[in-house]
């Protein structure tokens, strides 16, 4: 139990305001109803809650609860420290979110499904707060053991929210991301069966919104150049090609949720860092 909760937080100083920002949007999580209040100060985040007038410092919560709201409200909150790190990933989470969410629904599943979609989306990534910038930013080619530390960010993913065992669906959804049906990807290299609809939903919509970004090693493709990238890993049973024929068939719908996600999300970024994402 956190009594009259109130705790520190070092961030870099972009990171504070994103945080701040973040904190002011996050609905209600479930303390009586009462906000938390955030300042910075002297270089770090104060993050406490509120407590009834005349409550004692030392009065204990009477209960904690944290809905899907609260849950996608917190996820978001991540997203925006996961992608804002770099103006290549600023949009990145938000996109696949959408795509991921879109794409659920596409493929039937409940509306809690698709709201547990999002925000896996928005929490996929978080293994990279474990990457050095330089390396997310690197403009040239990167060497096999750089690229062997951006590959160790989906463990990471999955060993930061396993710590909420509660939350054992989405993280399967976030973190195998990058897991292939054919067994070649990371970073537990499951193959067919062992990867949910879920995990091979969020893999087509990773990749579809990855190829739709700029990146500083290559351009960013149109919507139906990224569909073709993305049939042929089906092809090669990297992918779910049922889940490619739902994108196929419905490539407008979802490519223009995932445009609005994205540009909202810059927007966001532009606020938070005085820039425009690349
Ligand atoms: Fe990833």
């Given amino acids: 139990m956190i009594p009259h909760a109130t705790y520190y937080v070092n961030l870099a100083p972009a990171s504070q305001q994103v945080l ?45 609860r944290l809905d899907l709201e609260g849950l996608l409200g917190l996820a978001d909150l991540f997203r925006r420290i996961i992608d804002f790190r770099s103006p290549f990933t600023a949009t990145h989470s938000a996109g696949v979110a959408a795509t991921a969410a879109r794409l659920a629904c596409l493929a039937g599943l409940s509306e809690m ?32 053991h750089e690229f062997n530390i951006i590959k160790q960010h989906a463990f990471h993913s999955y060993r930061i929210i396993e710590s909420l065992p509660t939350l ?17 990807g990371y970073p537990f290299h499951y193959s067919g069966r062992e990867l949910s609809l879920g995990s091979r939903i969020m893999s087509v919509a990773d990749v579809f ?34 889940i490619v024929s739902l994108l196929a068939s419905h ?5 223009a949720e995932r445009r609005a996600a994205q540009a909202a999300a810059g927007e966001d970024y532009k606020a938070s860092t005085g820039k425009g994402p690349a």
């Avoid at 904190?23 to 100060?41: M, S």
């Avoid at 989306?121 to 990167?142: N, Q």
Wanted: glycine fraction near 8%; charged fraction near 30%.
């Fill in 168 to 184: 054992d669906v989405v993280n399967r959804w976030a973190s195998l991301h990058h897991e292939r049906l054919d067994g070649r």
């Fill in 113 to 144: 499904e698709c709201r547990m979609m999002r925000a896996a989306g928005y929490l996929h990534d978080i293994g990279k707060l474990a990457v050095p910038a330089e390396i997310l930013e690197k403009p040239g080619p990167l060497t096999k």
């Fill in 251 to 255: 490539l407008d719908e979802v490519d």
């Fill in 20 to 64: 701040a920002r973040s904190l002011d949007t996050v609905p209600a999580v479930g303390y009586r109803g009462k906000r938390w209040l955030t300042t910075t100060k002297g270089g770090r985040l104060r993050v406490g809650c509120a407590s009834a007038p005349g409550t004692p410092a030392s009065a204990e919560p009477a209960e904690f």
């Fill in 209 to 242: 919104t990855a190829l739709t970004e700029q990146r500083p090693y290559r351009h960013a493709m149109e919507a139906a150049k990224a569909l073709d990238v993305v049939r042929e890993l089906g092809c090669a049973s990297a992918l779910d090609l049922e």
